[in-house]
């Protein structure tokens, strides 16, 4: 048995995946945060698979109150109860102390990646840097100061293009502008939002990029050793433009050989570029018609339940793997018989601002076969009309045990669901955006 400190989490599906697979593999762990009301209020967020009884943070053999956000208090405080709790591994499955814990493991003697492959990783326009100076394809970019900046940058990529923050997640604040007019109204709202969700100053600069067209898929991989192996590659759906925001995955992707040789290659190229090792990533990658384009890496397995369409397809457990990382492990990506050829979630989308009187269709669609999950968020939450991926209303998970139907089983699933609001006047269409 091994004992892990965990540092933050997530508050959606990895805060239950994570612990899950901690005591799984026979271990324990001590959960410390600055806050851990944040995870009680938004651990009754939806119905469904993994929502049931206590949170599996409180699991935790210790839960330690500490401000994580200030590393000059935090070190010396963990090195103090690694002296008495002795950890073997340090994990954190939130972007934001992905840096937190590759310095942790470093002052403790942990196995952990470089912090300066993270913070690379973790910094969108440092991870701009690294892969272009390394070769590895990505779009036209520039880090700009000010609108003034932005707006003479604009003019040298080329409308429309992508206005980003580098160092929020979930797609937040990430939009498309068009012209001049909208890229000082994206600059204008990143400016106003000068502090994370999890209480740190923000970076006020502005990363602007070529806008890429073309599918675009994730590829999972495992680094250990200096060795990153790939599980597998798995495609998006996207909607919400000018907001780019993630309706659905499919595990495995639909890609003809070439297309995911080259995906694979270039995600492989741009995790070697940035020096991650013992770590899980999730890659993401444009299909442009010019080739594979780095969107962006992230030094964690992924989200939004992606890590469960692979499980269900390759009995892989990448939440798993992320355990085995952390304590210095070779995991086991062995593929074995599921069953399961193919496996995809869709979420709902609110398309609306009220508040949720409750959502139709939910017993049909429970009813189905091929349902893995339905989640639904309670009646009496407070809703607006999309902007990033965190505001979903629930999602279904299906699985296709002859072929690669999944998606399509999600897409018309989730177009069953039909939201309704207390509020009459702001109830609209059903909210699915199926790409």
């Not at 892990?4 to 945060?33: C, D, N, Q």
């Not at 200030?70 to 090195?79: G, I, R, S, T, V």
């Not at 890496?297 to 369409?309: D, Q, S, W």
């Not at 939910?362 to 309670?378: C, H, I, K, Q, S």
């Amino acid at each position: 048995m091994a004992h892990l400190l965990v540092v933050e989490s997530w508050v959606g599906s990895m805060s239950r995946l994570l612990p899950r697979a901690i005591g799984e593999g026979g271990h324990e762990f001590t959960f410390v945060t600055r806050d851990l009301h944040h995870y009680l209020r938004g651990a009754g967020a939806g119905t469904g698979a993994g929502s049931e009884g206590p949170h599996p943070l409180l699991a935790a053999r210790n839960i330690v109150t500490a401000d994580t956000n200030d590393m000059d208090e935090l070190l010396p405080h963990l090195e103090r109860l690694h002296a008495v709790l002795a950890f073997d591994g340090v994990v954190s499955s939130c972007d934001y102390y992905l840096p937190a814990v590759a310095r942790i493991a470093g002052r403790l003697g942990l196995p952990g990646p470089a912090v300066e492959a993270v913070e690379g990783a973790c910094r969108k326009d440092l991870t701009r840097r690294i892969l272009a100076g390394a070769g590895v394809p990505g779009p036209r970019f520039a880090l700009c100061t000010d609108t003034a900046h932005a707006a003479a940058a604009a003019r040298e990529i080329g409308y429309p293009l992508v206005v980003k923050p580098v160092d929020l997640c979930a797609g937040m604040l990430v939009r498309e502008v068009r012209d001049e007019r909208e890229l000082e109204l994206a600059c204008r709202a990143l400016a106003e939002f000068p502090v994370n969700a999890r209480g740190q100053d923000r970076t006020p600069s502005v990363l602007l990029e070529e806008l890429l067209t073309g599918p675009e898929v994730s590829v999972e991989t495992v680094s250990s050793g200096g060795v990153a192996r790939v599980v597998g590659v798995t495609d998006k759906s996207v909607g919400g433009a000018p907001a780019f925001i993630e309706t659905g995955h499919m595990f495995p992707a639909g890609l003809a050989p070439e297309a995911e040789r080259e995906a694979v290659e270039t995600a492989v190229a741009a995790v070697t570029a940035l020096g991650l090792d013992h770590v899980v990533c999730h890659t993401e990658i444009k299909l442009t018609p010019e080739g594979p384009r780095v969107v962006e890496v992230n030094p964690r397995p992924a989200g939004n339940r992606i890590t469960e369409l692979v499980r269900h397809v390759t009995g892989i457990d990448l939440a798993a793997a992320c355990v085995d990382v952390a304590l210095g492990r070779l995991p086991d990506l062995t593929p074995r018989p599921t069953g399961v050829h193919s496996a995809a979630i869709a979420f709902l989308l609110p398309a609306a601002t009220g508040t949720l009187a409750g959502i139709g269709g939910a017993d049909e669609v429970r009813a189905e076969p091929g349902v893995l999950e339905l989640t639904l968020a309670e009646p009496g939450r407070a809703v607006r009309a999309v902007t990033s991926n965190n505001e979903y209303l629930g999602h279904v998970m299906t699985a296709d045990t002859r072929g690669g139907g999944a998606r399509a089983a999600a897409e018309r699933l989730i177009a069953h669901l039909h939201p309704a609001y207390e509020d009459e006047d702001c109830s609209l269409e059903p909210s699915a955006v199926p790409a």
